[in-house]
């Protein structure tokens, strides 16, 4: 089954204690993105990777790292969690040879930060 | 980033009515998504559109890309229960590939 998937669905932690929320997909996709999502403002892009060792900044990338070491994989990685990084987190992915923005999503990963 | 204006931001319909929800932009895009999401699932891409003034349907779904390229439109007809969730646009710009801005979401809720 072509899928998305995130590991772990839920995690709660406490400020200043590394974490890494993994993001993988089976469908080949060139593209990855990592989105975290907060009441009343959508989705709004952290970090997006055109491939292998190719990564930009999105719409809000501070206090957060990627890396794209293998096709498949997406880590997220948070050196220093604050309470404001408390979010609903989606990794999302696309082939190069469809539409761009045609994104699947993975399930979510939902982050408190004490 | 660019802003995206989503309304209504909540809408509470009886089964078997139509709903319309809308986007708006203050910037041009090339590219304008419909996606939903279902509680505790992430997003689902429902119908996408590529050409200012086009009209697509899927199923009881239409959407269409604004003739300005700043807004776009989704209405559903004939609601049903299954349709409960949170809608959401999202634009493809010019500046990066693949880059999307979201939407906040219009929040549907069917009643028998």
């Known amino acids: 089954e072509a899928q998305v998937t995130q590991n772990p669905r839920y995690l709660i932690t406490v400020t200043g204690k590394k974490l890494t929320v993994t993001c993988s997909q089976n469908m080949n996709h060139e593209y990855m993105s990592w989105y975290r999502q907060d009441p009343g403002l959508g989705l709004r892009q952290i970090y997006y990777?055109?491939?292998?060792?190719?990564?930009d900044k999105g719409d809000v990338p501070e206090g957060y790292k990627v890396s794209r070491k293998e096709k498949r994989n997406f880590p997220l990685i948070l050196e220093s969690p604050s309470p404001n990084q408390t979010s609903l987190y989606f990794c999302?992915?696309?082939?190069?040879?469809?539409?761009?923005?045609?994104?699947?999503f993975g399930p979510g990963t939902r982050l408190t930060v004490t | 980033g660019q802003q995206l204006n989503q309304s209504p931001q909540s809408m509470f319909i009886q089964e078997g009515e139509d709903v319309s929800m809308n986007c708006t932009s203050s910037s041009i895009f090339n590219t304008w998504l419909w996606y939903k999401q279902d509680p505790g699932e992430g997003p689902v891409l429902l119908i996408a559109l590529y050409k200012a003034g086009e009209l697509t349907s899927n199923g009881r779904l239409t959407a269409q890309f604004g003739i300005t390229r700043k807004d776009s439109f989704l209405n559903i007809s004939a609601s049903i229960p299954s349709d409960v969730g949170i809608y959401f646009c999202?634009?493809?710009?010019?500046?990066?590939?693949?880059?999307?801005?979201f939407g906040a979401g219009t929040q549907v809720v069917v009643t028998p």
């Open positions: 990777s055109m491939n292998v060792e190719v990564t």
């Open positions: 999302a992915s696309s082939h190069k040879d469809t539409p761009s923005y045609e994104q699947y």
């Open positions: 999202a634009g493809g710009g010019t500046d990066s590939w693949g880059k999307l801005q």
